[in-house]
């Protein structure tokens, strides 16, 4: 099966520090690649819409210029959390389109990001 | 607009029990449904998805569900738990085809296995 994964797993950061985390589609091109986020006992919720060679759309309520969306190549997409603060620390999901009619998307393993 | 309820946050069975986690979705488009399976700290896994045909759907793992358009729900069964299928559920809902590709989730339910 499709394989998405991300780097690192976990990062600890200083407040006011930024983060990049990346997110690969190992075996398939994706054309499109979806950022989410999840608190600690919740679901996950969706951030943004990553398109391969255009500008990513964010969900409502999520800060652009906080969560820099950069969707370079048909394997890579990258999520920097600019001036990161406490209340930025949670786990961050990425997942890739399958490119099926059947809208699969595969998910990475997620990377648990903690704002000192 | 789409959404999903997963009735439950928290089920507790016996091992060798039935499992069954319930989803409810709205969908103003014709839906596409998956279950989603999260073990600690770790990404989403499929267990099975409802795309067209067949109502029934069988996933991996033992486990299936029954799509049911008159009651807009997708319920997932299991007729036997195992210790190994503590985890936390997630129902999603996409739009079928052209009508989008966003997955909407569930606010998820924790399996919790007793032996």
């Known amino acids: 099966g499709a394989v998405v994964s991300q780097h690192p797993s976990w990062v600890i950061c200083k407040s006011g520090t930024s983060v990049k985390i990346e997110c690969r589609s190992l075996?398939?091109?994706?054309?499109?690649m979806f950022w989410y986020r999840q608190f600690p006992k919740q679901s996950l919720m969706l951030m943004a819409t990553?398109?391969?060679?255009?500008?990513?759309?964010?969900e409502q309520g999520v800060e652009k210029d906080k969560f820099l969306i950069n969707h370079a190549s048909l394997t890579l997409s990258t999520l920097t959390v600019t001036s990161a603060h406490p209340e930025d620390s949670s786990f961050y999901i990425c997942?890739?389109?399958?490119?099926?009619?059947?809208?699969?998307?595969?998910f990475g393993p997620g990377t648990r990001l903690t704002v000192l | 607009a789409q959404s999903v309820t997963q009735l439950g946050s928290h089920v507790s069975v016996s091992e060798g029990a039935l499992v069954l986690l319930r989803c409810n979705y709205s969908?103003?488009?014709?839906?596409?449904l998956f279950w989603y399976v999260q073990y600690p700290n770790q990404g989403l896994q499929l267990l099975l998805k409802?795309?067209?045909?067949?109502?029934l759907v069988k996933g991996i793992n033992g486990f299936e569900a029954e799509f049911k358009k008159s009651e807009t729900s997708f319920h997932l069964t299991k007729p036997s738990a195992h210790m190994s299928d503590a985890a936390e559920y997630f129902c999603?809902?996409?739009?079928?085809?052209?009508?989008?590709?966003?997955?909407?989730f569930g606010a998820g339910t924790i399996l919790r296995v007793k032996s």
């Open positions: 997942s890739a389109l399958s490119g099926l009619a059947d809208n699969e998307q595969f």
């Open positions: 075996d398939f091109q994706a054309t499109t």
């Open positions: 990553s398109n391969e060679g255009s500008k990513a759309t964010y």
């Open positions: 969908s103003s488009v014709p839906p596409y």
């Open positions: 409802y795309t067209t045909g067949a109502t």
């Open positions: 999603a809902v996409s739009g079928a085809g052209e009508y989008g590709n966003k997955l909407v």
